[in-house]
T-cell receptor
Protein backbone atom coordinates (compact mmCIF):
# COMPACT_ATOMS: atom_id res chain seq x y z
CA UNK A 1 0.00 0.00 0.00
CA UNK A 2 1.68 3.21 -1.15
CA UNK A 3 -0.88 5.75 0.04
CA UNK A 4 -2.36 6.14 -3.44
CA UNK A 5 -5.19 3.74 -4.23
CA UNK A 6 -6.45 3.01 -7.72
CA UNK A 7 -9.55 1.08 -8.71
CA UNK A 8 -10.22 -1.11 -10.52
CA UNK A 9 -6.93 -3.00 -10.81
CA UNK A 10 -8.00 -4.59 -14.09
CA UNK A 11 -10.57 -3.47 -16.65
CA UNK A 12 -11.66 -4.98 -19.95
CA UNK A 13 -13.96 -2.82 -22.02
CA UNK A 14 -15.40 -2.75 -25.49
CA UNK A 15 -14.82 0.15 -27.83
CA UNK A 16 -18.35 1.44 -27.32
CA UNK A 17 -18.35 1.26 -23.51
CA UNK A 18 -18.04 4.06 -21.00
CA UNK A 19 -16.05 3.44 -17.84
CA UNK A 20 -14.19 5.41 -15.20
CA UNK A 21 -10.92 4.91 -13.36
CA UNK A 22 -10.64 6.14 -9.80
CA UNK A 23 -7.65 7.36 -7.80
CA UNK A 24 -7.59 8.34 -4.14
CA UNK A 25 -4.80 9.74 -1.94
CA UNK A 26 -4.80 10.80 1.68
CA UNK A 27 -1.19 11.94 1.84
CA UNK A 28 -2.04 15.63 1.92
CA UNK A 29 -0.50 16.13 -1.52
CA UNK A 30 -1.80 18.99 -3.61
CA UNK A 31 -0.94 17.73 -7.10
CA UNK A 32 -2.28 14.64 -8.87
CA UNK A 33 -1.36 13.08 -12.18
CA UNK A 34 -2.55 10.55 -14.71
CA UNK A 35 0.12 8.63 -16.61
CA UNK A 36 -0.11 6.03 -19.36
CA UNK A 37 2.47 3.22 -19.27
CA UNK A 38 2.89 1.06 -22.37
CA UNK A 39 5.35 -1.80 -22.68
CA UNK A 40 8.93 -0.67 -23.29
CA UNK A 41 7.93 2.99 -23.54
CA UNK A 42 8.53 5.89 -21.16
CA UNK A 43 5.73 6.97 -18.89
CA UNK A 44 3.47 9.35 -20.78
CA UNK A 45 2.05 12.22 -18.76
CA UNK A 46 -1.63 12.70 -19.60
CA UNK A 47 -3.06 15.18 -17.10
CA UNK A 48 -1.88 17.22 -14.15
CA UNK A 49 -4.07 18.76 -11.46
CA UNK A 50 -2.71 21.24 -8.95
CA UNK A 51 -5.02 22.33 -6.15
CA UNK A 52 -7.91 20.74 -8.06
CA UNK A 53 -7.27 22.80 -11.20
CA UNK A 54 -6.07 21.19 -14.40
CA UNK A 55 -2.70 22.66 -15.26
CA UNK A 56 -1.62 20.42 -18.08
CA UNK A 57 -3.20 18.39 -20.83
CA UNK A 58 -0.60 16.81 -23.07
CA UNK A 59 -2.60 16.59 -26.29
CA UNK A 60 -4.60 13.67 -24.99
CA UNK A 61 -7.53 12.53 -27.17
CA UNK A 62 -10.92 13.72 -26.01
CA UNK A 63 -12.02 10.13 -25.41
CA UNK A 64 -10.09 10.52 -22.12
CA UNK A 65 -11.72 12.98 -19.75
CA UNK A 66 -10.26 13.74 -16.29
CA UNK A 67 -12.12 14.98 -13.25
CA UNK A 68 -10.74 16.18 -9.93
CA UNK A 69 -13.61 16.90 -7.50
CA UNK A 70 -11.28 17.53 -4.54
CA UNK A 71 -7.62 17.30 -3.65
CA UNK A 72 -7.92 13.64 -2.60
CA UNK A 73 -9.73 12.19 -5.60
CA UNK A 74 -9.02 11.96 -9.30
CA UNK A 75 -11.02 10.23 -12.01
CA UNK A 76 -10.34 9.34 -15.61
CA UNK A 77 -13.51 8.90 -17.65
CA UNK A 78 -13.18 6.69 -20.71
CA UNK A 79 -15.45 6.44 -23.75
CA UNK A 80 -15.19 5.03 -27.26
CA UNK A 81 -11.62 3.88 -26.69
CA UNK A 82 -9.43 2.20 -29.29
CA UNK A 83 -7.43 -1.03 -28.92
CA UNK A 84 -4.19 1.02 -28.90
CA UNK A 85 -5.38 2.62 -25.67
CA UNK A 86 -4.76 -0.68 -23.90
CA UNK A 87 -2.08 0.04 -21.30
CA UNK A 88 -1.39 0.45 -17.60
CA UNK A 89 -2.83 3.72 -16.32
CA UNK A 90 -1.01 5.07 -13.30
CA UNK A 91 -2.14 7.74 -10.92
CA UNK A 92 0.41 9.67 -8.87
CA UNK A 93 0.41 12.47 -6.34
CA UNK A 94 3.05 14.85 -5.05
CA UNK A 95 3.49 17.85 -2.84
CA UNK A 96 4.19 21.08 -4.70
CA UNK A 97 6.16 24.05 -3.54
CA UNK A 98 4.97 27.65 -3.66
CA UNK A 99 6.65 28.12 -7.03
CA UNK A 100 5.02 25.01 -8.44
CA UNK A 101 8.09 22.89 -7.86
CA UNK A 102 7.23 19.22 -7.96
CA UNK A 103 8.65 16.98 -5.31
CA UNK A 104 8.76 13.19 -5.13
CA UNK A 105 5.85 11.32 -6.65
CA UNK A 106 3.86 8.57 -4.95
CA UNK A 107 2.28 6.22 -7.46
CA UNK A 108 -0.72 3.96 -7.26
CA UNK A 109 -0.51 0.37 -8.49
CA UNK A 110 -2.34 1.24 -11.67
CA UNK A 111 -5.30 -0.01 -13.67
CA UNK A 112 -4.47 -2.54 -16.37
CA UNK A 113 -6.86 -1.56 -19.19
CA UNK A 114 -7.63 -3.82 -22.14
CA UNK A 115 -9.80 -2.47 -24.96
CA UNK A 116 -11.38 -5.17 -27.09
CA UNK B 1 13.87 17.33 -27.90
CA UNK B 2 14.20 15.84 -24.46
CA UNK B 3 15.50 12.32 -24.13
CA UNK B 4 16.37 9.79 -21.44
CA UNK B 5 18.27 6.64 -22.44
CA UNK B 6 18.69 3.51 -20.40
CA UNK B 7 19.23 -0.14 -21.39
CA UNK B 8 16.07 -2.11 -22.06
CA UNK B 9 17.08 -5.22 -20.14
CA UNK B 10 19.94 -6.50 -17.98
CA UNK B 11 20.68 -9.85 -16.38
CA UNK B 12 22.74 -10.40 -13.23
CA UNK B 13 23.46 -13.15 -10.73
CA UNK B 14 22.22 -13.32 -7.16
CA UNK B 15 24.84 -11.93 -4.79
CA UNK B 16 26.62 -9.94 -7.50
CA UNK B 17 26.74 -6.22 -8.30
CA UNK B 18 24.98 -4.53 -11.22
CA UNK B 19 25.15 -0.98 -12.57
CA UNK B 20 22.23 0.49 -14.53
CA UNK B 21 23.17 3.53 -16.59
CA UNK B 22 21.01 6.49 -17.56
CA UNK B 23 21.97 9.31 -19.92
CA UNK B 24 19.84 12.35 -20.46
CA UNK B 25 19.37 15.40 -22.65
CA UNK B 26 16.83 17.77 -21.20
CA UNK B 27 15.84 21.42 -21.16
CA UNK B 28 17.47 22.32 -17.89
CA UNK B 29 18.07 20.11 -14.89
CA UNK B 30 16.48 20.15 -11.46
CA UNK B 31 17.25 16.70 -10.18
CA UNK B 32 17.27 13.05 -11.21
CA UNK B 33 15.14 10.28 -9.74
CA UNK B 34 15.37 6.51 -9.74
CA UNK B 35 12.24 4.43 -9.20
CA UNK B 36 11.78 0.68 -8.84
CA UNK B 37 8.72 -1.03 -10.32
CA UNK B 38 7.88 -4.68 -9.72
CA UNK B 39 5.60 -6.26 -12.30
CA UNK B 40 2.00 -5.25 -11.71
CA UNK B 41 2.90 -2.85 -8.92
CA UNK B 42 3.38 0.87 -8.37
CA UNK B 43 6.73 2.49 -9.11
CA UNK B 44 8.39 3.26 -5.78
CA UNK B 45 10.97 5.95 -5.06
CA UNK B 46 14.58 4.78 -4.69
CA UNK B 47 16.85 7.81 -4.89
CA UNK B 48 17.20 11.46 -5.79
CA UNK B 49 20.36 13.25 -7.00
CA UNK B 50 20.67 16.96 -7.67
CA UNK B 51 24.40 17.50 -7.03
CA UNK B 52 27.28 15.61 -8.60
CA UNK B 53 28.50 12.59 -6.73
CA UNK B 54 27.39 9.39 -5.12
CA UNK B 55 24.40 8.95 -2.84
CA UNK B 56 24.43 5.71 -0.88
CA UNK B 57 21.41 4.09 0.70
CA UNK B 58 22.03 0.59 1.95
CA UNK B 59 22.59 -1.83 -0.93
CA UNK B 60 21.61 0.83 -3.47
CA UNK B 61 23.71 3.80 -4.58
CA UNK B 62 23.06 6.42 -7.23
CA UNK B 63 25.64 8.56 -8.99
CA UNK B 64 25.24 11.78 -10.95
CA UNK B 65 27.47 13.75 -13.32
CA UNK B 66 25.63 16.83 -14.56
CA UNK B 67 28.39 17.84 -16.96
CA UNK B 68 28.11 14.46 -18.71
CA UNK B 69 24.33 14.15 -18.47
CA UNK B 70 24.86 10.79 -16.84
CA UNK B 71 23.68 8.82 -13.86
CA UNK B 72 23.89 5.24 -12.71
CA UNK B 73 22.15 3.11 -10.13
CA UNK B 74 24.39 0.57 -8.42
CA UNK B 75 22.83 -2.45 -6.74
CA UNK B 76 25.05 -4.58 -4.50
CA UNK B 77 24.55 -8.04 -3.00
CA UNK B 78 21.74 -8.70 -5.42
CA UNK B 79 18.71 -10.58 -4.17
CA UNK B 80 15.99 -12.31 -6.15
CA UNK B 81 13.52 -9.66 -4.98
CA UNK B 82 15.56 -7.03 -6.86
CA UNK B 83 14.14 -8.41 -10.11
CA UNK B 84 12.13 -5.42 -11.32
CA UNK B 85 12.15 -2.53 -13.74
CA UNK B 86 14.22 0.51 -12.81
CA UNK B 87 13.01 3.87 -14.10
CA UNK B 88 15.22 6.94 -14.49
CA UNK B 89 13.53 10.35 -14.57
CA UNK B 90 14.90 13.88 -14.85
CA UNK B 91 13.14 17.01 -13.64
CA UNK B 92 13.58 19.73 -16.24
CA UNK B 93 13.66 23.51 -15.99
CA UNK B 94 9.85 23.58 -15.77
CA UNK B 95 9.95 21.07 -12.92
CA UNK B 96 8.32 18.47 -15.12
CA UNK B 97 9.52 14.86 -14.95
CA UNK B 98 10.95 13.36 -18.15
CA UNK B 99 10.99 9.57 -17.96
CA UNK B 100 13.15 6.87 -19.47
CA UNK B 101 11.54 3.67 -20.76
CA UNK B 102 12.94 1.68 -17.84
CA UNK B 103 15.47 -1.13 -17.48
CA UNK B 104 14.14 -4.60 -16.75
CA UNK B 105 16.58 -6.32 -14.39
CA UNK B 106 16.52 -10.11 -14.28
CA UNK B 107 18.28 -11.81 -11.36
CA UNK B 108 19.34 -15.43 -11.80
CA UNK B 109 20.24 -17.82 -8.98
Amino acid sequence: ETGVTQTPRHLVMGMTNKKSLKCEQHLGHNAMYWYKQSAKKPLELMFVYSLEERVENNSVPSRFSPECPNSSHLFLHLHTLQPEDSALYLCASSPQGPGGQTYGYTFGSGTRLTVV
Amino acid sequence: GQNIDQPTEMTATEGAIVQINCTYQTSGFNGLFWYQQHAGEAPTFLSYNVLDGLEEKGRFSSFLSRSKGYSYLLLKELQMKDSASYLCAVRDSNYQLIWGAGTKLIIKP
